[in-house]
């Protein structure tokens, strides 16, 4: 995955880094943490300018978010009710849970959504309970914009700075997002082989 990454950006500049970070909100097995470090790098060795790699990484983490926000809006509560009644173990939700993390989304809905941008595969899926919660749009965009240009920029200043130990960022960094990754995992299948239906 890395050579394809960086022979992508070798070729396809500031667009390339926009469309990389919206698949990897899309599709998560694309790590920006290989992504925006290398853009870094590049930006170091005359490629794509540092401000335009961050600027295109942060448009296109912002434009992946808000296609699961939009799709979560569109599918809404009801339905995901209706969902869970039939499918809840698999979903590992039960009616009660999800009327209590409506209640705590509602509270906490905008540091969620900001802290959940420099988690590996939180970060693509906070933007779905945001759309079902119907959270402002100003909002979901305002917050996520700023956990993605903080995420992004820092990933690629990271490159910038370290250039020919630029493996060191991959190597500090890729270990807890796939330690991260299988916690979530493991987490899912527990909650999988646990779960009661409601009383």
């Known amino acids: 995955m890395f050579d394809w990454i960086a022979g992508f950006l070798d070729s396809g500049g500031a667009l390339a880094i926009a469309a990389l970070m919206l698949l990897e909100n899309v599709f998560p097995p694309i790590p ?3 992504i925006m470090p290398l853009a870094g790098f590049n930006a170091a060795r005359g490629g794509t300018p540092l401000w335009l790699a961050i600027l295109a990484g942060g448009l296109g983490s912002l ?18 009710r209706r969902l869970i ?27 969620v959504v900001f802290f959940g941008r420099f988690i590996p595969t939180v970060r693509t899926l ?15 965009l305002l917050f996520t914009a700023l956990g993605s240009f903080i995420w992004s920029g820092g990933l690629a200043l990271a490159g ?20 991260v990754v299988l916690g979530i ?13 409601d009383a």
């Open 32 to 34: 920006s943490e290989l």
């Open 185 to 197: 995992v493991a987490l899912y299948v527990w909650r999988v082989i646990r779960w009661k239906p």
């Open 126 to 140: 906070i933007s779905i309970p945001a759309g079902i919660e119907r959270m402002p749009q100003g909002q979901f």
């Open 63 to 80: 434009a992946g978010a808000y296609l699961w926000y939009l799709a979560g809006r569109a599918f809404g509560a009801h339905r995901l």
């Open 85 to 111: 009644t039939r499918h809840g173990r698999w979903l590992t939700l039960t009616l009660s849970e999800f009327a209590a993390a409506e209640g705590w989304f509602r509270r906490h809905g905008r540091a």
């Open 160 to 179: 910038y700075l370290l250039e020919d130990r630029y493996e060191q960022v991959e190597h500090w960094i890729d270990p807890l997002s796939t330690a």
